[in-house]
């Protein structure tokens, strides 16, 4: 769920993800990403997978 600022139509997601260790730690990721107008990219072209990594891409 976004929080939108009505004056700008500007968007911050949230996610938290947590993970057990060990019986007594725990691992929490936080990450935060702001979007406009419903989308957090905006693309100006189409790139390949290999401009997107900078490099070749091992295929399995």
């Known amino acids: ?22 019986d007594t730690t725990y691992i929490q990721h936080l990450a935060a990403q702001e979007g ?3 989308s957090p990219v905006t693309s100006t072209e189409p790139v390949t997978d290999e401009e997107d990594l900078g490099g070749p891409v091992l295929k399995d």
Do not use: Y
Not at 6 to 17: G, K, P
């Open 1 to 22: 769920m976004g929080q939108t600022d009505q004056s700008s139509a500007r968007e911050t997601f949230f996610t938290s993800t947590a993970g057990v260790v060990t």
């Open 36 to 38: 406009l107008d419903g």
